[in-house]
């Protein structure tokens, strides 16, 4: 079992950035790939991007390429999303999941349904 918590969000204007953390219960939390999804106000969930178990793999959503970073520190048991260049549209609740997984990244890292684990989430605010 692996329990999630979302910290980093709040408010920023346009232009701005934020760094996201997600911080993991547990003494495995290097055999997980994690990933950061998100959910604006009327819409469905959707994959922001992922990350492997050793850190070494990453996939991004097109939205956000260039402007999103993932990356993990395995002996702090957290992933971070650093967010830069933020926009309007980037607003959201955004989610860290996790899956214990040594594959590498591959298609299956861009759904919902492939993560066992899910945090609370943590809202972004990006004003014009």
């Known amino acids: 079992q692996v329990q999630l918590v979302e910290s980093g969000g709040g408010l920023v204007q346009a232009g701005g950035s934020l760094r996201l953390s997600c911080a993991a219960s547990?003494?495995?939390?290097?055999?997980?790939?994690m990933g950061w999804f998100r959910q604006a106000p009327g819409k469905e969930r959707e994959f922001v991007a992922a990350?492997?178990?050793?850190?070494?793999?990453?996939v991004y959503a097109d939205s956000v390429k260039g402007r999103f970073t993932i990356s993990r520190d395995n002996a702090k048991n957290t992933v971070y999303l650093q967010m830069d260049s933020l926009k309007p549209e980037d607003t959201a609740v955004y989610y860290c999941?996790?899956?214990?997984?040594?594959?590498?990244?591959?298609?299956?890292?861009?759904?919902?349904?492939?993560?066992?684990?899910w945090g609370q989430g943590t809202q972004v605010t990006v004003s014009s």
């Open positions: 990350i492997n178990w050793s850190g070494i793999n990453t």
């Open positions: 999941a996790a899956k214990r997984s040594f594959d590498y990244i591959s298609s299956d890292h861009y759904t919902e349904s492939f993560y066992d684990y």
């Open positions: 547990g003494r495995t939390f290097s055999m997980y790939a």
